[in-house]
């Protein structure tokens, strides 16, 4: 199976996805997106595969959102694209792109609908357990 994921190694729900891609036997192709932003193509197509608009796939937090008033609802999805492509930072992530759909995988185990054979059990950075039928008590 072909795994993709739009990573940021600095956020911790990106790393967890990625560690469970890889706990589930599968190397993805890494794509650390705020070195190399998705091309204008890619980033129509993932939210559009997800059945969403661009503006479900903008991160508020840690990122420019505010200051560009980008909460103007009124933004066309041409006018988000275009401050995506100038500030990647706020594409959310991780994004993952695998034979099974694509997924914005926040929370981080909503990767494991993706995955051919996820893994059963994983703990997360922060301790939370999680399996393949959702979180543990």
Known sequence: MAVTIYHNRACGTSR????MIRKSDEEPTIIEYLRTPPSRD?????PADMALAPRDILREKGSPFAE???DDPSLSDDAL???MMAHPILINRPIVVTDKGVGLCRPSERV?????????HFVK????????A???P
Do not use: C, F, I, R
């Not at 890619?42 to 993932?46: D, G, N, R, T």
């Not at 494991?112 to 059963?120: E, F, I, K, N, R």
């Not at 950075?125 to 393949?132: I, M, N, P, T």
């Open 16 to 19: 967890n996805a990625l560690a």
């Open 42 to 46: 890619a980033l129509v197509a993932l």
């Open 68 to 70: 560009l008033g980008l």
């Open 81 to 83: 694209l275009d401050v």
């Open 112 to 120: 494991l609908d993706l995955l051919d054979h996820p893994v059963t």
């Open 125 to 132: 950075e922060d301790g939370e357990v999680v399996s393949a």
């Open 134 to 136: 959702g979180k543990t």
